[in-house]
């Protein structure tokens, strides 16, 4: 997610995202550009995006954009690039919405369509019907859940919750490691947003996190109590602002969210004796992953044992409920 | 008279005002060094004075009832204090933030009040000694317990108040305790509805 200057002309990357009711087009690039760039509808089915000055407009499965003729970016979604941006054609475009975002400055543009819901990018796969292991049901739709990243919370000067002989910055670390080597022996793909004590600023563990709607995010944290807690994002009701929009969880992930907290719930009510909560917060972290996220957090180590068995049944629990069931070594 | 005579004489006179309004600029600083009233980020009109309860309107130090909202084990109390305060809302908002500090528990409550400032969108910024972030240790619910009592005790006593922004040290950060951001004022973080269900 880069935008590279070249001279006096710009450069812009489009990203697309599927969502439940409605596709979101990205364009990243300069700020200037973004700021004075105009999105007007022009006939029907057909949005004009201009910039300010001519751009080089990029999509990365297909490269630089060139030329007249329209290139498809997801089904039922096309794009004419022109030298200060392009025409947008989608079918049965019912409207849409425009919001400027800095870090990356990027002009997002919401389309509704009659038929959104049915509408998948080209380059995704196409939804199997049987679900396996990894794979959630999203609607009427399957995500298949390629890829884990593992974020071990807090770390650096950051200690999170304190106890007489821990903190919560190791155990997490600790526990993501353990959790990622057992996705790995699965022969699951696997980032672990920080393998050692540093402090990563929330963006930055973003950054690491966004690697589609293929994969899931796990953010792992310590309560101060003995219980288990699996957040989701808040609905997003109106995302007005920039603050609002980080912490509104992605419509079109909100359901899978869901689907998964409540098997992991489950999972960890049969294995355990102990309260589990489900609780919805504006989380920035899990609010703007590009899959699935969810927080756990963990029963405090002054009231909850991580003897090596209960650890064992904690993380076989926790593969489970995210959809992997494994024996861990 | 030639044009670059007519430029010379502007270049000229100009040159003077600058020199001029330096002077008086510094001198004027230089003056007010020994100030000690404290300067809000905008000035405060006359109209602005009806932000506050009525009965803090007044020259001197009144007491006010006030609501103090704190994180609690379970979520968030309120308590019902007086304080003596002016009626200058940046003034009355520094006295009401030193009293809910004073509530704070583990730590918190030795974070000191360095400032606070007033937008001209009624958002208040309130900056805090590195002892609240520093100092606070917990999860997910007591973070955002924290944040939602202090946006309430300024929302909830300042009237016309609009939202609340964090600083330490007179700086934006991140996060207070790595789970909510801070950059933003609160608003949008402590007013959306969070769900919490025991399974």
Known sequence: ?329 | MTAKKKYIIAMVSLLIAAVAGWLITGYYYMSTNERTFRIPLIELKDSQKAILPENTLGKGANSVAVKIFLPSEEGMTVEDRKILSSSLPVIFAEDLINEYLKGLQGGLEETKLIAVYQDRANIFYIDLSDDFRRNFSGDVRQEYYLLKSLYSTVIGNIMGAEDVKILIEGKEIESIGGHFYSLYPLKDTVTKDVISEQK
């Open chain 1, 1 to 329: 997610m880069s935008t590279e200057g070249n001279g006096a002309q710009k450069n812009a990357v489009i990203r697309v995202g599927i969502h439940s009711d409605f596709i979101r087009i990205v364009f990243i690039t300069s700020e200037d550009y973004v700021q004075k760039a105009s999105v007007t509808p022009a006939g029907k089915n057909t949005i004009k995006v201009e910039f300010p000055a001519s751009l080089v407009i990029s999509f990365p499965e297909k490269g630089i954009l060139r030329g007249d003729l329209p290139v498809e970016i997801a089904k039922g979604l096309k794009i004419g690039v022109q030298a200060n941006g392009g025409m947008l054609f989608v079918d049965n475009l019912e409207r849409f919405n425009m919001t400027r975002l800095p870090s990356p400055s990027r002009l997002v543009i919401d389309v509704y369509t009659t038929r959104s819901s049915q509408v998948s990018p080209t380059e995704k796969p196409v939804a199997s019907e049987k679900p396996a292991a990894s794979q959630h049901a999203q609607g009427d739709s399957v995500t298949k859940i390629s890829s884990y990243v593992i974020d071990a919370g807090h770390g650096g000067y950051d200690k999170g919750v304190k106890g007489s002989n821990f903190t919560e910055k190791d155990f997490a670390l600790s526990f993501a490691k353990e959790l990622s080597n057992a996705l790995s022996k699965k022969g699951k793909k696997v980032t672990l947003t920080r393998k050692s004590d540093q402090n990563l600023p929330i963006k930055e563990r973003l950054k690491i996190a966004q690697k589609g709607p293929g994969s899931m995010l796990l953010s792992i944290h310590l309560s101060s109590k003995n219980e288990f807690s699996i957040f989701i994002a808040a609905k997003s009701e109106n995302a007005s602002s920039e603050a609002s929009t980080l912490q509104s969880g992605n419509p079109a992930m909100r359901d899978l969210d869901k689907s998964i907290a409540n098997a992991l719930v489950q999972q960890l009510k049969s294995e355990f004796n102990i309260k589990v909560t489900y609780e919805e917060m504006p989380i920035p972290l899990i609010a703007d992953a590009d899959g699935p996220a969810l927080l756990i957090e963990l029963p405090n180590p002054e009231k909850f044992s991580y003897d090596a068995k209960n650890k064992e049944r904690l993380i076989n629990a926790i593969l489970k409920g995210i959809g992997s069931p494994a024996k861990v070594q």
